[in-house]
């Protein structure tokens, strides 16, 4: 079956440090690819996404790219802020051939930036 | 504010009850989720119901059933409950039903079984 893989948190990090957040993806057929986050006590709302193969979705300074050769989604930032703490999940959505598009979600990487 | 209602936003009863969640899409919005979130199990994919029927399933127990009405707000029935179902259920909406759709989470309600 799909599946997402995440790095574990939490990620601690100093304001305007460099962020990486590893994702990669096992799916069986070719998916779309997004990273949702979720700030304490809220709902998940979309960071980005990207549809097909070499895709860079981008908002907010966050990026990342759709890498198929290596089944990866990596999120990207080059400087973080104190209001980026928020857990960040990667996700995908797929046809497995039953002809609906079932989520798949990680299991979620925590952030915590100080000042 | 994403659009998305879920009512009520917190909710403890007792085991072997019968509880009903339920959610309003975003205005427009055809497409509706289910989501359970725990700390052991992470975020997983319930149901989805599209204009009224019923899309996809994931890992949704048998105790556990939803519902899309004409209005296109929905339901989930959750029964038997044992302590292993206290979680964060949330609801999502989309536009459509198609894999590159955005979902939109409404703020979800905390279920506590004792």
């Known amino acids: 079956g799909n599946s997402v893989t995440q790095m574990e948190g939490p990620v601690t990090l100093s304001e305007e440090a460099f962020l990486t957040i590893n994702c990669t993806y096992t799916?069986?057929?070719?998916?779309?690819l997004f990273w949702y986050v979720q700030y304490p006590g809220e709902g998940l709302q979309l960071l980005l996404k990207?549809?097909?193969?070499?895709d860079k979705g981008s908002n907010k300074g966050f990026e990342a790219t759709y890498r198929k050769e290596t089944t990866s989604f990596h999120l990207e930032k080059g400087s973080v802020q104190v209001s980026d703490s928020a857990v960040y999940f990667c996700a995908l959505s797929d046809l497995p051939g039953g002809g609906s598009y079932i989520p798949t979600f990680g299991r979620g990487t925590s952030l915590i930036v100080h000042p | 504010d994403s659009g998305v209602t879920q009512t009520p936003k917190h909710l403890i009863t007792a085991t072997g009850q019968r509880v009903t969640l339920r959610c309003s899409p975003r205005s427009g919005d055809l497409s509706v989720y289910w989501y359970q979130q725990s700390l052991d199990q992470g975020l997983q994919f319930l149901i989805q119901?599209?204009?009224?029927?019923?899309?996809a399933k994931g890992n949704i127990l048998e105790r556990f059933s939803a519902q899309q009405f004409p209005d296109l707000h929905s339901e989930l029935n959750l029964s038997s409950l044992e302590l292993g179902d206290s979680a964060l259920y949330f609801c999502?909406?989309?536009?459509?039903?198609?894999?590159?759709?955005?979902?939109?989470f409404g703020p979800g309600t905390r279920l506590t079984v004792l």
């Open positions: 119901y599209y204009n009224g029927e019923e899309r």
């Open positions: 799916a069986t057929g070719y998916p779309s």
């Open positions: 999502a909406s989309s536009a459509r039903a198609a894999s590159t759709d955005t979902q939109y």
């Open positions: 990207a549809t097909k193969a070499d």
